[in-house]
């Protein structure tokens, strides 16, 4: 069973920087798609960031956080971060982490989810 387990939410002031971290156990992080999603009350979750699996991999950014948040993979700790810097009001969102393979057999797990909060 894979357990996502996310860190460093908490609230900062507009413009400023926050970086959260995914420790993934029971699966590892370099042989699957994993991502960075938020979800704020009343919408459905959308998708922040994504790695591709393999090495290297590709990432893939939502419009709204391009050229501010940076995903991260380390194989060596199994671990996903997002460094998100410029921070916005309209950032504040619960962000969960998502691992899946789109292979067979398909799967994905996500993590409990970490509240992030920008205050304007």
């Known amino acids: 069973q894979v357990q996502l387990v996310e860190s460093g939410g908490g609230l900062v002031q507009a413009g400023g920087s926050l970086r959260l971290s995914c420790a993934a156990s029971?699966?590892?992080?370099?042989?699957?798609?994993v991502g960075w999603y938020r979800q704020v009350p009343g919408k459905q979750r959308e998708l922040v960031a994504d790695?591709?699996?393999?090495?290297?991999?590709?990432?893939n950014y939502a419009d709204s956080v391009k050229g501010r948040f940076t995903i991260s993979r380390d194989n060596a700790k199994n671990t996903v971060d997002l460094q998100m810097n410029s921070l916005k009001a309209e950032d504040t969102a619960v962000y969960y982490c998502?691992?899946?393979?789109?292979?067979?057999?398909?799967?994905?797990?996500w993590g409990q989810g970490t509240q992030v909060t920008v205050s304007s």
């Open positions: 998502n691992l899946k393979n789109i292979g067979y057999p398909s799967y994905e797990f």
């Open positions: 029971g699966g590892i992080v370099g042989i699957h798609d």
């Open positions: 790695i591709t699996r393999g090495r290297g991999g590709r990432r």
